[in-house]
């Protein structure tokens, strides 16, 4: 095919002009390029809040892309089939795309590069989402890194690549191919009501990933070891939600977590190595693909967790109704804004797993329904770590307190405050914002008693204990 017929920009979770390999390549190539979105099975399948998310990040994109003369053109179907028939309609000799880490993506992406080149399409796979591909990192015998210590120790002084800028100009095709209209597609008809509750809360775009990183490493990171396991402090940097869709990349916030650090911000390491972080749990799911399905820990295989959602208690848990204030705040918080704090994360995993002795996977399932920052490989080993089954995870016989730990991180009680109306004289405006996200068959409403606990903390910590201590742990 003629070196001037256009280039295929394959977008997934890459929405940025900046530091885009790919997009970077295909306008140096000096061809047109057709940026498009492709809502294959995949993508159908993603949760309420994920999925309304991308939504809203697919719009803002195509309309960042017009700003700089361009468009986003929306195609629905096997990604395979739609990338031919445009590559028939455009002319096409090239499909560039970033690269992604799941099992799935791999899959369908590597029969998809075999097929185009057969084709003689060129097709070009690109990183981007990562720092550090998932096959660079090994240990001195060549495996894979299977605790989070030795794997920072390994990276943090690895170099990094400069985040190229955004491209000054892309040159747009000669004509057009059409494009499915994105609301005809529903992205946010999972959400119902709650679309509207958590809109608010969204952040969209480069532009504003952009800002939180700023705001974050200009005024909360000199704080940031302490203020990031307090709930009811503003102290964490929200990029994960950016990140989620790629509307700003690894890269950009590690180099300006550098420079923070090399201006005297100390716990600029900590956020460093909360990237690092996010990069172990790909590194796993890139090696250990089981993560996101099994026991990551066979001996955990036995184990016999409680896997019926329909039980009462997984109601409760999931209504944030348990009568625990930690986790019944911190359930909320997810529900109305689509993000839960980190110290919430893991009080609420903890209780459900440990407390409640039920599989992890029944809350790894809710949060692909719940999360806007929801990403395949940290969620699958932020739950393994909470309930013991997992890489470097914490030991099965720590059991979290959700009573303690409310007194240690949130004495003022600002955090369930906020997010409890039950029982309260004057209830926030968030803890009413509540009822009006979730469905309407569910029995709740903000007059109603505050719950008695489904199971009591110290009797939880006691059957876990001696359920462990029965499967020889």
């Known amino acids: 095919m003629s070196d001037k017929s256009p280039v295929l920009l394959w977008l997934r979770r890459d929405l940025r002009l900046s530091d885009h390999p790919a997009l970077t390549a295909a306008v140096e190539s000096g061809r047109s390029v057709i940026p498009v979105f492709i809502l294959d099975p995949q993508c159908e399948t993603l949760g309420a809040a994920p999925k309304f998310r991308l939504g809203l990040g697919l719009e803002h994109f195509g309309k960042t892309l017009e700003q700089r003369g361009s468009r986003l053109i929306l195609r629905r179907g096997d990604a395979l089939t739609e990338l031919r028939k445009l590559v028939d309609e455009t002319g096409a000799g090239a499909v560039f795309w970033t690269r992604q880490y799941d099992p799935d993506a791999i899959k369908r992406d590597t029969a998809t590069k ?10 070009r796979s690109f990183g981007g989402h990562l720092m550090f591909e ?9 495996g894979y890194y299977k605790v989070y210590t030795p794997f920072w120790r390994a990276v943090k002084t690895r170099d990094v690549e400069a985040p190229l800028a955004a491209p000054s100009t892309m040159n747009p095709p000669q004509s057009w191919p059409a494009s499915d209209a994105l609301e005809d597609w529903r992205m ?18 480069e532009e504003a990933a952009q800002n939180r990183l700023a705001v974050f490493l200009g005024e909360k990171v000199d704080k940031y070891n302490t203020t990031r ?69 066979e001996e955990w295989q036995a184990f016999d967790w409680n896997e019926d959602e329909r039980r009462a208690e997984v109601k409760a848990w999931k209504q944030g109704r ?16 689509g993000r839960m704090h ?69 004495k003022n009680r600002d955090y369930t405050g906020r997010w409890i109306a039950e029982g ?14 979730i469905p309407q068959s569910w029995p709740m409403a ?26 020889g742990f």
């Not at 075999?114 to 097709?123: D, F, P, T």
């Not at 990140?243 to 900590?270: T, Y």
């Not at 009568?323 to 804004?337: H, K, L």
């Open 229 to 297: 396991d307090l709930p009811g402090v503003d102290g964490t940097s929200c990029l994960s939600e950016n990140l989620a869709l790629g509307e700003i990349s690894p890269h950009q916030c590690w180099h300006a977590g550098q420079r923070a650090l090399h201006e005297g911000k100390g716990d600029a390491e900590v956020f460093l190595k909360e990237l690092v972080w996010r990069e172990f749990a790909y590194h796993l799911m890139h090696h250990t693909p089981r993560i996101l399905t099994e026991n990551w820990r």
């Open 342 to 410: 980190n110290r919430g994360r893991m009080i609420v995993a903890s209780y459900l797993t440990k407390h409640l002795l039920c599989h992890w996977r029944i809350g790894q399932k809710w949060f692909e329904d719940c999360l806007i920052d929801w990403d395949p490989a940290a969620n699958a080993m932020g739950w393994q770590w909470s309930a013991g089954s997992g890489p470097d995870a914490t030991p099965y016989f720590r059991v979290f307190n959700p009573v303690t730990q409310l007194d240690k991180f949130d």
């Open 424 to 437: 309260m004289q004057d209830p926030s405006d968030t803890a009413l914002s509540y009822f009006d996200a």
């Open 322 to 337: 348990t009568g625990i204030p930690f986790v019944d705040a911190a359930m909320r918080e997810m529900y109305v804004t």
């Open 446 to 471: 903000a007059d109603d008693l505050y719950p008695d606990p489904v199971v009591d903390v110290a009797d939880g910590r006691k059957r876990a204990l001696h359920a462990y201590e029965n499967r």
């Open 134 to 142: 998932p096959w660079t990192v090994e240990t001195k015998t060549g």
């Open 188 to 205: 946010a008809a999972a959400m119902r009501r709650g679309a509207d509750v958590l809109r608010p809360y969204v952040q969209l775009g």
């Open 114 to 123: 075999e097929a185009l080149r057969e084709q003689g399409v060129e097709a």
